[in-house]
């Protein structure tokens, strides 16, 4: 099953964002609230982005959120063995067609944000902690809440997301799954091909 086919799954992704840049230096449960609070209110106050004006809901997205992932790191462990063995220009395609890719599924997120809460639950951590999982709730009006964890690594003053696990179900193992299907019939060639084709196909 497709990671984002999962009933109201893709909403919770406009819910918890990472704006690292204007948070840096927080610790990652505080972060977390904060730029939750900064994305929901953006999406309030604007009109547009209600309306589902797609410019700019892709560039809240693309301000708000792509900053805050460790693509570099995603694409290791997404691709796993496949990476060891991919050339340095298969990389750096992979890793454009995929961050486009995540692109559109947060902007479809963004668009259909409907008042849904959100509650951080407590965090432990040591000071000398460099890998921490903030757990969440998405909190429903009429529905059971939606349980998001997000695992962060630290990098230099601030955190960076590499994994997001709705209940009980990785991004990342997701993607692997598909994606080395995909290798395994064609290589890391036909993978890119399809990836560029489906991004393509979505901007037309």
Do not use: C, H
């Not at 099953?1 to 009933?7: E, T, V, Y």
């Not at 004006?53 to 992932?69: C, G, H, M, T, V």
């Amino acid at each position: 099953m497709n990671f984002f086919s999962f009933k109201n799954w893709v909403l919770t992704f406009a819910l918890i964002v990472f704006s690292t840049g204007a948070f840096a230096g927080l610790a990652p449960d505080e972060l977390v609230r904060k730029t939750a609070d900064d994305v929901i209110s953006a999406i309030k106050s604007d009109k547009d982005i209600q309306n589902g004006n797609k410019q700019k809901i892709y560039q809240l997205a693309e301000e708000k959120i792509l900053p805050s992932f460790d693509f570099e790191r995603i694409s290791r462990l997404v691709l796993g063995k496949a990476w060891r063995k991919a050339t340095d220009q298969q990389k750096k395609q992979f890793k454009a067609e995929f961050r486009s890719l995540l692109l559109r599924t947060y902007s479809i997120a963004l668009s259909k944000y409907k008042d849904q809460g959100i509650e951080i639950k407590p965090m432990r951590m040591k000071p000398s902690d460099e890998i921490v999982t903030v757990k969440t709730e998405i909190v429903q009006d009429g529905a059971q809440p939606i349980k998001v964890n997000y695992a962060l690594a630290k990098n230099e003053d601030s955190w960076l997301v590499f994994d997001i696990v709705i209940e009980g179900v990785s991004l990342v193992t997701n993607y692997r799954s598909q994606f080395s299907s995909e290798i395994r019939k064609g290589g890391m060639d036909s993978l890119n091909q399809k990836l560029a084709k489906k991004n393509k196909s979505n901007k037309d």
